[in-house]
């Protein structure tokens, strides 16, 4: 569990990170499909703040969020999105192909669900090695459409693995509205209630609420519990993919978007710690400064890095064996 | 003389030395510890090594694969089984997405040690859905190895170094090919992956088979030593990455090729296998290359179109008589024994 302080850093950082890489996006250095997370930044925060340094995660497209909060190492992965040598997957992967396996951070991909199931795979192999850590997953509302999601999901139940789902809704499959997509009258956390999953609702804007709930899901599981699915209501600001806000595409009102904006996670949490007296303004000021300039820092660093070169053809293959009676080979 | 098993018995016994020796194998697949296990690859497997990691798993291709290749990020090496590859096209996504990808798309930093072991095959009116043989797909994708083990030797021998591979490998076993037996040695040996054999070595023409096209090479080379044409026999054994260098040291001596696969002709490994000789070494050819595969239709279910569809050996002698130049062979003699069953000349040892 983390402070309450240390949350509201860690959404700063998201913040801040998420912003710059805004601001710099159209100087079009940046060569590759980047969503962001500004207005989701809880679900991140909260979540991970209860995970061990040993527990890992997996996400999906949108995950830069994701990867920071389970401590990512920050100048890798903005030199993945500048298509450098030193990036955090060589280069390779690219904003969608985050991972850090030093902090846990299994890995991010950008088909919808698919990481679900290898959440639970991780989950059987903790399971069959007798290893007391938590997986866990995050995905969009998207992916309770797709097949895989329930197919994983099962699995999990029928062999109480600790695993915990973490859907972040947001409302939208690219513009696509849930109303276009999911049947009326039943929320997802009914849907998945109804499968026979532990299921919580929970505001994925309040960072505090989010950990909480993480936080008993991620010690049943670690307890031999079983899975829980935990939906957390949130919302984007800025367009599916790329740096611009969209009210312009028509796909949502202004001032649904307004109303969401009011509920931001991170003035949210600003505002709980100012009102309780744990944190004055002229604080906040500072550390939102340091915070930048270690991310303006980060971003320099990696965009002045070598491009990924010479390693095209490298590590389609692995080069080792691992011979089943020990021998050297 | 070396002892004798079956295919299956030889792909039942690497699997128990695999599970012996390293506690990180587990063998997960729709019916796995069942009475039948898998065309007796994996019977009594359950009882001997326990439930958990000889295991049973719900009909869901997709999720499995992924959980699989979750299990083997963090430190599990799963061997996966599908009673038809038809089955396993519902995990493509997996397959192709993930797994093919996963060590390249993230720097080459988490090995995939993950085996899928999928049944192809043809007989008994399998029809369009479970008889197809795709192993040109899964070529296809870069990060997939894929091996096709003909005899009960390299049965044994590919399944214990494909576990050993801290890479995906895709076995494609036929149906036809479990009840075969020949020569396996007792113990812990391996098939070098990326290693064809020269089944039968020749002068005149190259046959370049796969899997139970092995054997058929081998019926038709046979036929063809009465003729006094002297048949070279490459049993592949791995598609991809393919062993180029003994392709092609055999084309440059025979200067003729075949090719025989068990999948389409259109798109297929022959076509890969004649384009890369071609490429490589026209001027030692002395004839253009023949394909031996599937016509460009589903797999019927009828017998008496199934016998149409599939290629025999006296297909092969045919395209090898094509590329030799001689006049076309006398029309194939009617068989003795149903053709929508395997051959009981083919019983082996092979």
């Not at chain 1, 912003?19 to 250095?29: G, P, V």
């Not at chain 2, 063809?224 to 490459?234: D, Q």
């Not at chain 2, 054994?237 to 440059?252: G, I, K």
């Not at chain 2, 395209?319 to 395997?342: F, I, K, M, Q, T």
């Amino acid at each position: 569990m983390k402070r309450d302080r240390e949350l509201l850093y860690d959404l700063l950082v998201v913040r801040s990170v998420e912003q710059e890489i805004a601001r710099r996006y159209s100087e079009q250095q940046m060569r590759c499909p980047t969503h962001l997370c500004i207005g989701q930044e809880a679900t991140a925060v909260g979540v991970c703040a209860a995970l061990r340094p040993e527990d890992v995660v997996f996400s999906g497209h949108r995950s830069h969020g994701h990867y920071l909060a389970k401590g990512g190492d920050l100048t890798a992965m903005l030199a993945e999105l500048y298509g450098r040598g030193s990036g955090c997957s060589a280069g390779k992967g690219g904003s969608m192909h985050l991972v850090d396996l030093s902090v846990g951070f299994l890995g991010a991909v950008p088909i919808v669900g698919s990481t679900i199931p290898m959440a639970v795979g991780a989950a059987l192999g903790f399971l069959l090695q007798k290893l007391p850590r938590v997986s866990v997953v995050f995905f969009g509302d998207a992916a309770v459409e797709e097949g895989v999601t329930w197919e994983s999901i099962d699995f999990a139940l029928l062999e109480r693995l600790p695993v915990v789902f973490v859907c972040e809704n947001n409302l939208y499959s690219v513009q696509t509205p849930l109303s276009a997509r999911q049947p009326a009258g039943r929320t997802i956390a009914q849907v998945a209630a109804g499968h026979g999953v532990e299921t919580e609702s929970v505001d994925g804007n309040d960072v505090f609420a989010v950990q909480r709930a993480a936080r008993a899901a991620v010690d049943r599981a670690r307890a031999g519990g079983g899975p829980t699915f935990l939906e957390l209501a949130t919302y984007r600001h800025l367009e599916h993919v790329g740096p611009n806000e969209d009210v312009s595409l028509g796909y949502r009102s202004a001032e649904e978007v307004e109303a969401w904006r009011a509920r931001c996670p991170v003035e949210h949490a600003t505002r709980v710690l100012l009102e309780r007296g744990e944190l004055d303004a002229s604080e906040l000021d500072e550390l939102r400064r340091r915070i930048l300039r270690d991310v303006r820092h980060a971003l320099e660093l990696a965009r002045d890095a070598p491009e990924a070169q010479g390693s095209l053809l490298s590590d389609v293959f692995a080069s080792t064996v691992s011979p089943i009676d020990g021998d050297q080979r | 003389m070396t002892r004798q098993l079956t295919y299956a018995a030889a792909l039942r016994e690497g699997l128990d030395l695999c599970l012996q020796h390293d506690s990180r194998v587990y063998v997960m697949g729709l019916g796995v510890p069942d009475a039948k296990g898998l065309f007796g690859s994996t019977l009594d497997l359950a009882r001997v090594h326990g439930s958990t990691r000889v295991r049973d798993m719900p009909t869901a291709e997709n999720a499995m694969t992924g959980v699989a290749l979750g299990s083997a990020l963090v430190g599990m090496r799963p061997v996966l089984t599908h009673q038809r590859v038809d089955f396993a096209l519902l995990a493509v996504e997996q397959m192709v997405n993930q797994v093919a990808k996963w060590h390249y798309m993230f720097g080459g930093q988490q090995p995939v040690p993950l085996v899928i072991r999928m049944v192809i095959g043809r007989g008994w009116g399998q029809g369009p859905q479970h008889a197809q043989s795709l192993q040109a797909w899964f070529a296809h994708v870069p990060g997939l190895k894929v091996v096709m083990p003909a005899t009960p030797y390299d049965a044994k021998g590919l399944l214990i170094a494909s576990v050993e591979d801290d890479n995906p490998v895709i076995s494609l076993e036929h149906r036809w090919l479990y009840g075969v037996s020949g020569p396996v040695p007792e113990g812990v040996y391996r098939t070098p992956i990326q290693q064809a054999r020269i089944a039968r070595s020749g002068n005149d023409v190259t046959v370049v088979a796969t899997s139970y096209m092995v054997l058929e090479a081998l019926r038709a080379a046979d036929e063809l030593a009465l003729r006094g044409v002297s048949c070279e026999v490459i049993d592949l054994r791995t598609v991809a990455p393919l062993d180029e260098a003994t392709l092609l040291e055999s084309c440059r001596k025979t200067g003729r090729l075949v090719v025989a696969d068990t999948g389409a002709t259109s798109f297929g490994v022959g076509a890969e296998i004649v384009a890369r000789s071609t490429e490589r070494c026209f001027s030692d050819l002395r004839a253009a290359p023949a394909r031996v595969g599937l016509p460009d239709c589903p797999a019927p279910s009828a017998p008496s179109l199934a016998a149409e569809y599939y290629p025999r050996s006296h297909a092969i002698v045919q395209a090898c008589h094509r590329v030799l130049g001689l006049p076309a062979p006398a029309p194939e003699a009617a068989s003795s024994h149903p053709l929508d069953v395997p051959d009981p000349d083919f019983t082996g040892p092979f």
